[in-house]
RNA sequence: CGGGAUGUAGCGCAGCUUGGUAGCGCACUUCGCUUGGGACGAAGGGGUCGCACGUUCGAAUCGUGUCAUCCCGACCA
């Protein structure tokens, strides 16, 4: 490729509504082009790295048995009804009506369509297992779209789904699957680390999340996720799923006797433990949530902060939030009670749901709120003075410093883009929908599933947080728009124009992914660019191609070298 | 949806307080000059000042509304 052919505009400053660097660079470098809010147009240079991730993840795929097909983008929306999710999914669905008034979506993820395939599609535990993939463009409604491609409301994907005929079956396919992403990861150039992670609503299942670490540098706050991983063991998952053993802490008040005293304006944990002189973790602390529109009081130690999505899933939910204002007053009036948010306890509450976390099980002459404004009950103990919960659960988040649950040593924390997640469906979808196939005994049974998602677009969005400096883009060879530019310094000196064009044709002969910088622009300007742009190597043409000597740069450490036109070529030959 | 901010040329910004011919840098076009780290000179082209309504002789500037975008929280590849 010609360089003054590119269709590529560099700019010579940051986007000012970029926030993250892959998004600052990937517009600065005329990668991609904001087209609406959270979607993108990708240029040729980015759908040239975006090709190159997809065919990794093919070849992979491919490679462990999978199979490529493709479904629409658009979908009815019967089949969502079906599955039940037409009405839990929530306003990420981006849904539509056709000119005859039907109700259709945009495909946020298949597994409905998946599914109906399968059941037209596979009568006969003979044709199992099987796994279909896609990658595909979808589309997701998000609530705040940002970071650039990291995450998008339209983004590339790529979806696989497994189908086998019993739970071992299940097993066989998750485990090949983890190995093809580590594999395609690897490929892509990006270290990734397997975290378990939440599986949502549907109980007994297991789902991991692939995690490029990006908390090493301190500026970067692309990463969303927080991951507790094990300094000594391999555990390592996903904030909303890690749990830990609790590091020993006072949790007897010492409170002579029960008795509700006067907490002047000390609403928060911090502010009551300093006015009784006690430390947070003999206060048992209380949280008004909603949880599909139901109010959940969550108790839970002083010193420690509620995990929604594990409180969420005490109650197989959909949507969790903290309770407003108003909606603590709803249940006070409801109760019979007067206090707000600070002074909430657990005792006289009615029409809502308690759940107690492990933390709070064990204390003794604790402080607790007791439904009072500017009151608390001090030296309570449970059974005595205020009813345990039946429902109590590991409903709490975990801290760096907690120990390992299966080695004991210190779990520690750190920041994660998901760039895959693995996951077991079990027959959440197939009983839903009735897709069953006959078994070796001759009965109908529902599928076994699984599903494996990679964020491509992500991907490629990550390489570029892990892979940069401050003149622009390094990207992983493998994933590199192309391999090598050859640049002339001087459009004007025959004998560098004439060297680097015969080392654009060699290597162009040698079907190497080779752009030449023929554009007449100053040096300056084009190994800018070329820094920007990011290809792995450079080769410089200049001044002492007198001596037959060009400069070689390797982008990945920015090393250069002084050698012969000949081995320049030799070298990017030999990659 | 809640909290904060911003909308002026392709990009980055000034002008707005105190209403009066719409500006700067980069990019773009032409010419000259220059060629190892985003040169220089000259001459150009490009903007319904997000949109609507209002106040006014007159609105980028003041008011109301609206839309969009960005940041912080609930979503997830």
Redesign the pocket.
């Known amino acids: 490729m010609r360089m003054s052919n590119l269709f590529v505009?560099?700019?010579?400053?940051?986007?000012?509504?970029?926030?993250?660097m892959s998004?600052k660079l990937l517009?600065?470098?005329g990668y991609i082009?904001?087209l609406?809010?959270?979607?993108y147009n990708y240029l040729p240079l980015m759908w040239r790295v975006l090709k190159k991730v997809e065919n990794i993840v093919r070849e992979e795929m491919d490679n462990a048995g999978a199979q490529e097909l493709l479904m629409p983008f658009v979908q009815p929306s019967e089949l969502w009804q079906e599955s039940g999710r037409w009405d839990v999914?929530?306003k990420?669905l981006m849904r539509l009506r056709d000119r005859h008034n039907r109700e259709m979506c945009l495909g946020?993820?298949h597994e409905e369509v998946i599914t109906s395939i399968a059941r037209e599609g596979i009568r006969s535990y003979k044709q199992l297992p099987v796994n279909l993939y896609q990658i595909q463009s979808?589309f997701?409604d998000?609530?705040?779209?940002?970071?650039?491609?990291?995450?998008?409301?339209?983004?590339?994907?790529k979806?696989a789904y497994s189908f086998d005929v019993d739970e071992a079956g299940l097993d066989k396919s998750y485990e090949v699957m983890a190995q093809a992403y580590r594999n395609i990861f690897e490929r892509c150039g990006l270290e990734t680390k397997m975290v378990q992670?939440?599986s949502?609503a549907i109980g007994g299942s297991v789902?991991h999340?692939?995690m490029v670490l990006v908390n090493e540098e301190a500026e970067n706050?692309a990463g969303?996720?927080d991951v507790f991983y094990c300094t000594k063991c391999g555990y390592s998952a996903?904030s909303?799923h890690a749990i830990s053993i609790l590091n020993p802490v006072e949790t007897d008040g010492k409170f002579a006797k029960a008795e509700i005293i006067d907490t002047p304006n000390a609403h928060t944990i911090e502010g009551l433990a300093e006015f009784l002189n006690v430390p947070t973790t003999v206060i048992c602390k209380s949280m008004v949530y909603v949880v599909d529109g139901k109010y959940v009081v969550a108790l839970i130690r002083g010193d420690r902060a509620v995990e929604?999505?594990k409180l969420?899933n005490v109650f197989v939910g959909?949507?969790?939030?903290?309770a407003r204002n108003d909606e603590i007053q709803e249940i006070m009036n409801a109760s019979g009670l007067n206090a707000v948010a600070g002074f909430i306890g657990p005792k006289g509450l009615k029409g809502v749901e308690i759940v107690a976390d492990e933390t709070v099980k064990d204390l003794k002459n604790f402080v607790v709120g007791c439904n009072q404004i500017d009151k608390h009950l001090v030296g309570a103990n449970w059974g005595v003075d205020v009813e345990l919960p039946t429902t109590i659960a590991d409903i709490r988040l975990v801290e760096e410093n907690d120990k390992c649950v299966d080695c004991g040593a210190e779990l520690k924390v750190t920041k994660g883009?998901?760039?895959?997640?693995i996951?077991k469906l079990g027959t959440k979808y197939s009983k839903a929908m009735n897709a069953t196939f006959t078994d070796k005994d001759g009965k109908e049974k529902p599928f076994i599933m699984g599903?494996y998602?990679?964020?491509?677009?992500?991907?490629a969005?990550a390489a570029v947080e892990r892979h940069h400096d401050e003149?622009?883009i390094k990207w992983p060879l493998a994933i590199a728009p192309y391999t090598v530019i050859v640049?002339p310094?001087?459009?004007?000196?025959e004998t560098?124009m004439s060297v680097a064009e015969d080392i654009y044709k060699q290597l162009k002969a040698k079907n190497i992914e080779v752009i030449i910088d023929d554009r007449?622009?100053?040096?300056?300007?084009?190994?800018?660019?070329?820094?920007?742009i990011g290809i792995p190597y450079?080769i410089?043409?200049?001044?002492?191609?007198k001596d037959n000597?060009?400069?070689f740069?390797t982008r990945a450490t920015?090393d250069?070298e002084?050698i012969s036109p000949e081995e320049a070529v030799a070298r990017i030959l030999a990659l």
């Not at 959909?318 to 903290?322: P, T």
């Not at 998602?453 to 991907?459: H, K």
Request: hydrophobic content about 35%; overall charge neutral.
């Open positions: 505009q560099t700019l010579r400053e940051f986007p000012a509504d970029a926030e993250v998004h517009v600065r470098a082009r904001k609406a809010n959270g979607v999914y929530g990420e946020p993820t979808k997701r998000e609530i705040r779209p940002r970071f650039g491609l990291l995450r998008g409301r339209e983004f590339i994907m979806d992670s939440d949502g789902s999340e692939f706050n969303e996720n996903n909303n929604e999505t969420m959909n949507d969790i939030r903290i883009i998901e760039v895959g997640n996951f599903c998602g990679i964020g491509i677009s992500r991907t969005a003149y622009g640049v310094v001087s459009n004007q000196d560098q007449d622009e100053r040096a300056g300007v084009k190994l800018k660019d070329a820094d920007l450079r410089t043409v200049g001044k002492t191609i000597l060009v400069e740069k920015n250069m002084t």
